[in-house]
């Protein structure tokens, strides 16, 4: 069976736009991070149970696939050791860890918007 030109290149195209995700806002990913309690366990700038978002961006920002392998670790679980790990969450979608670990690795970047709870 022969294909036209025409028959392939729709589908291509259409395929290609669905893979093309608009940017989600800060608000959209906190909203993640809230929805799957990330926050129980971690905060932003500082310590919890787990680690400051902010702590871990800085220790995964020189890895070149960093936003690939946070959103693998935010699905996967991680156990480094020590009485605590983070649980596995499959729950989470691709595309919510992608979008959860692009935040996260912003905050590396960016200044701290408000001084921690007791700094001086």
């Known amino acids: 069976m022969k294909i036209s030109q025409r028959q392939w290149v729709v589908p291509a195209v259409a395929g290609w736009m669905a893979c093309i995700a608009l940017p989600a806002s800060a608000a959209d990913a906190q909203a993640l991070l809230t929805q799957h309690r990330c926050y129980?366990?971690?905060?932003?700038?500082?310590?919890?149970?787990?680690?400051?978002?902010?702590?871990?961006?800085?220790?995964?920002?020189s890895r070149r696939d960093a936003s690939a392998d946070l959103a693998r670790e935010i699905r996967g679980g991680l156990a480094r050791g020590g009485p605590w790990h983070m649980p596995p969450h499959p729950e989470i979608s691709q595309a919510e860890a992608t979008v959860m670990a692009h935040y996260i690795l912003d905050l590396a970047e960016s200044a701290p918007t408000a001084p921690a709870p007791g700094a001086r």
């Open 40 to 61: 129980i366990c971690h905060a932003d700038r500082e310590p919890v149970t787990g680690p400051a978002f902010a702590d871990v961006a800085a220790q995964l920002r």
